[in-house]
């Protein structure tokens, strides 16, 4: 009962049921939802709040920016759905507005995608002509994964949000997460304008996942390793959080000599053998299922699928950061 006298008097009030519908299309920033109400963004910040406190949105911040989602479907769904019912065929002169506006702040992120993408297209061309096309290395990825749902995603260091693009269609829910705000306000702009409703992306650290253990059925980290410091400890924070029989899915470079990448494009690692992520799945308590190798370019691709056994002998996805030698 105290739940929903607190939802009810979180919902009396216009701005608020604004605020829902219009998080029901994606999630937005605090300073997003102040241009499409037209309020100033500590009064949209209360309303926020009163949301929050009611358990209907969440917050999270990302460097100086707040975003907002709803909260628990299991919480939120069923007031949407009464919301739905009341609102009969009077026609919504608010909402439409609303819409309106929102489709503006939608525009205003893709063209702050292009210009970042166009300023750094020298930088992105470099490296991909050094491989084989990145349509090829999707194409495997999806092939090792098979034709299956693949019911928990989660996208560790999801950059522009390529990966989400590629497999949430396919997914029940998908997280992507990076710890770059600029990344992800990117990654905003082309997953709003997909429409993907089943993603969330959240500004987090590949050590340390914002997801509890057995949360997710499938990791994917995509040509992220080679920048990590301990990649063997990035890959036991990605199998805690796999429940039993999840897999993990790593695209990355076979060693290679290319120095200038580490000055250049702040390369950690000069690429993997298949021997070094043998070692890590077998630390982190995941059985190497298969390996495939994409040649064709001065740099080797490589893809490598682990998977979460039901019952590992010895080590298991517990495996503490600290007992992860770096390599």
Not at 50 to 63: F, Q, S, Y
Not at 167 to 175: E, G, K, T, V, W
């Amino acid at each position: 009962m105290t739940q929903a006298l607190e939802i009810f008097r979180a919902l009396a009030d216009s701005s608020r049921l604004r605020i829902l519908r219009l998080l029901r299309t994606m999630e937005l920033s605090v300073g997003e939802l102040a241009l499409v109400l037209g309020q100033s963004q500590p009064r949209v910040s209360r309303h926020v709040k009163i949301l929050c406190d009611a358990g209907l949105t969440e917050r999270r911040k990302e460097g100086s920016w707040v975003f907002v989602a709803l909260g628990t479907p299991a919480l939120v769904d069923p007031v949407l759905a009464a919301i739905d019912s009341w609102e009969g065929d009077v026609p919504d002169r608010e909402g439409a507005t609303d819409a309106a506006r929102l489709a503006a702040v939608r525009a205003d992120r893709a063209a702050s995608a292009s210009q970042w993408f166009e300023a750094h297209a020298t930088e992105w061309d470099a490296i991909r002509s050094l491989h084989i096309a990145e349509t090829d290395v999707e194409k495997a990825m999806q092939q090792m994964l098979g034709d299956a749902p693949l019911g928990r995603l989660i996208d560790i260091g999801t950059g522009t949000g390529r990966m989400i693009e590629l497999f949430a269609p396919r997914a029940d829910s998908a997280l992507g997460i990076d710890r770059s705000s600029e990344m992800l306000r990117i990654a905003r702009a082309k997953i709003g304008e997909r429409g993907l409703a089943n993603t969330e992306l959240r500004q987090a650290d590949l050590y340390s996942l914002p997801l509890g253990d057995a949360a997710a059925d499938v990791a994917i980290v995509h040509h992220v390793l080679h920048y990590a410091q301990q990649p063997g400890a990035a890959i036991v924070e990605a199998a805690r959080v796999l429940a039993p029989g999840g897999r993990l899915l790593i695209a990355d470079f076979a060693p290679h000599d290319r120095e200038e990448l580490r000055t250049r494009d702040a390369h950690t690692r000069l690429g993997f053998s298949d021997a070094q992520i043998s070692g890590w799945f077998d630390a982190a308590g995941l059985v190497a299922e298969r390996i495939e190798t994409l040649e064709g370019g001065e740099l080797t691709v490589k893809i490598w699928l682990g998977r979460k056994p039901a019952a590992a002998p010895g080590k298991t996805a517990g495996t503490t950061l600290h007992e992860v030698k770096a390599a």
